[in-house]
């Protein structure tokens, strides 16, 4: 195969090669000091206690292995100097059984203390994975909400955002494994000196026993990441099935139409091919794995017959054939453990960068380093600009040359067919999105000079597709004003306000009842009663601008009158704007804006639309003829 490299280019030299196969090897590691650094910072105590009992308990090993060949030696001797036959008197008389006492109460301490020091780890390393477990979910739910609503809409970035959280939930694990790594390898260190004191070719042939399962290990490790990281659509494809299937949200339409059957074949499809490759790795993985193994255990008895040999020469003691073969047998074991845990652990590094990696995601929408603060009731209101946007990935636009003012005190609908840009204009008011052309000005000055939080808390937005929080009735209205979740007075107001007071009325537990079917003591609402819970999160929030996606969609023609009697106390003083397909909610406007293909088609008052026989008197009889 000709590898010369295109016009302009120069071929990569051998010394380059290795560097970036090194880089790339030793890449996912760069994140482990962070992951001891967030252990630190959490608790330092905990962190310090870990290595320091650690440290204790690697010594343990070789010192208890010293200790026994002290024993045995000591019983050989004492067997040689007593007579055949001696019983306990003559034993009790010779003063080496004292000694000998003495060794084996010495052998029980270290054997007491390995136990407490290993409880003591356990207890230590649980309570420092869960702090960090803890504390890694919080940074993570903390950076993903400075990311852009148009990020969370891109599926690169939640297939990201899907690792990194499966990572923060178990990854914290990983410090402890770090940590008996490095406890493993100082017992090794110990005993190798030990051992090789004595017989130094013995350390030597069982690396080169063992190194090439090692070597194996990481191949497979490499390529098990590169599948999982390869199989994340699938793996969200398939948890978006089984809570299709096995989802209360969706039971109902799965019963009615029929979908178990086609939901369970689409989730067989997905995980058989997934368990295909997982099992043809697993195969090679595990024949290469019996093979090494294979050879390790050679080297051992190679070694073992070495010592046992020069035992019965003369050269080694009972005690030290002991020693020798115990500590071999722990180190063969530890260094078996070291080189195959060390490719794991480099595997699971791996994943950390998932984790890691998601917090380098920045969000492209930011307050300026110097922002304007939102005044807190509008002078000239909004002016579109010559806007445009189009999603990310899509030759559509959304809006274009959408050029509208929305003036301070205005109340404003937005009325147009599916796909108008209703929500789009909504969602670049609140600087969810950022305009891919044109300009949005607040009181005459650009919108991206602003502060971002600062405008977003003066916007009180209830979309249609609102969320039903499983939580208290009362959290489900706070959260329009968080910072006021201890307001019950201000949360009773806006609940009455919204007609969401009776609704709490009927629960059990009033404002303290848990709403929705994830819990136990959850009660969930009907779709009307949903809406005007949400509705009351506007009242709550008492912002300068307010904007309603489809506010009563959900409402009996009574409720929804009672909502915009109350909803034109709401929105006195105030810019709003109102998005609905009801024309008898839209005519109450002070202005109403027809959108078609993401542009401005007309605009007028509801008299004056009709009037006009264009688009709004089209759809508006359209409408009006459907309750003749």
Do not use: C
Not at 58 to 72: E, F, G, H, N
Not at 103 to 132: K, P, Q
Not at 378 to 404: I, K, N
Not at 526 to 534: F, L, R, T
Request: overall charge neutral; aromatic content about 8%; hydrophobic content about 50%.
């Amino acid at each position: 195969m000709d590898h010369t490299p295109p016009p302009g280019e120069t071929a990569p030299t051998r010394s380059g090669r290795f560097r970036r196969s090194l880089a790339a090897r030793i890449g996912p590691l760069r994140h482990v000091p962070a992951l001891f650094g967030l252990a630190w910072s959490v608790s330092p105590w905990l962190a310090a206690a870990s290595i320091g009992l650690r440290l204790a308990r690697a010594a343990l090993p070789a010192l208890m292995l010293y200790v026994a060949k002290l024993v045995i030696d000591a019983v050989v001797a004492g067997r040689a100097a007593l007579p055949p036959g001696a019983g306990p008197a003559e034993w009790l008389a010779d003063d080496r059984l004292s000694h000998l006492v003495l060794l084996v109460g010495i052998e029980l301490g270290l054997a007491v203390a390995s136990d407490l020091l290993g409880r003591a780890t356990s207890l230590v390393d649980a309570v420092l994975a869960e702090m960090v477990g803890n504390a890694t979910t919080l940074r993570l739910m903390a950076h993903a909400a400075t990311l852009d609503l148009e990020q969370f809409e891109d599926s690169d970035v939640q297939d990201r955002l899907e690792r990194a959280r499966r990572q923060a939930a178990w990854r914290s694990n990983l410090l402890g494994q770090w940590l008996g790594q490095g406890q493993d390898l100082a017992t090794a260190l110990s005993l190798a000196v030990a051992v090789g004191t004595v017989l130094p070719w013995l350390v030597v042939l069982l690396a080169l026993a063992l190194v090439p399962a090692f070597l194996s290990e990481l191949v497979f490790t490499r390529r098990g990441y590169r599948l999982a990281y390869r199989r994340s659509p699938d793996r969200r494809e398939a948890d978006y099935l089984r809570y299709l299937g096995a989802g209360a949200e969706s039971a109902r339409e799965v019963k009615l139409f029929g979908l178990a059957g086609y939901l369970s074949d689409r989730f067989r499809e997905v995980a058989d091919r997934m368990l295909r490759e997982n099992a043809q790795l697993a195969r090679e993985r595990a024949a290469a794995g019996g093979a090494f193994a294979t050879l390790g255990t050679i080297g051992y008895y190679v070694a073992y017959l070495a010592i046992a040999w020069r035992t019965l020469d003369g050269t080694l003691s009972v005690g030290d054939l002991t020693f020798l073969a115990g500590a071999f047998l722990r180190l063969r074991g530890l260094i078996e453990g070291l080189l195959l845990g060390a490719s794991q652990l480099w595997g699971q590094a791996q994943y950390l960068d998932d984790l890691f990696s998601f917090f380098t995601i920045r969000p492209r929408i930011r307050s300026p380093e110097r922002p304007l603060p939102v005044p807190a009731r509008l002078r000239e209101g909004f002016v579109f600009e010559d806007v445009g946007y189009r999603y990310p990935g899509q030759s559509r636009w959304a809006v274009r040359h959408l050029s509208l003012a929305i003036g301070a005190g205005e109340v404003v609908a937005l009325v147009g067919e599916n796909g108008a840009g209703k929500t789009t204009i909504v969602k670049l008011l609140a600087r969810l999105y950022a305009p891919t052309e044109g300009r949005i000005l607040l009181d005459g000055r650009d919108l991206a000079e602003f502060d971002l939080d600062g405008l977003r808390s003066r916007i009180g937005v209830i979309f249609q597709d609102f969320v039903r929080y499983d939580m208290t009735a009362g959290d489900n209205v706070a959260v329009g004003r968080i910072a006021a979740r201890a307001d019950a007075g201000r949360i009773a107001d806006a609940a009455a306000r919204a007609l969401a007071d009776a609704v709490v009325a009927r629960l059990p537990d009033g404002y303290a009842q848990r709403l929705g079917r994830r819990f136990e003591d959850g009660v969930d609402l009907s779709g009307g009663e949903w809406q005007k819970v949400a509705l009351a999160r506007a009242y709550m929030r008492d912002a300068a601008i307010l904007v309603l996606d489809e506010p009563t969609a959900a409402l009996d023609a009574r409720a929804e009158a009672d909502v915009f009697r109350r909803f034109a106390d709401l929105a006195a003083g105030r810019t709003a704007i109102l998005i609905s397909h009801r024309f008898s909610t839209v005519r109450r406007a002070d202005r109403i804006v027809v959108l078609a293909d993401g542009r401005v088609l007309e605009e007028g008052s509801h008299d004056r639309l009709v009037a006009a026989g264009g688009r709004y008197a089209e759809l508006f009889e359209l409408q009006a003829a459907g309750y003749r």
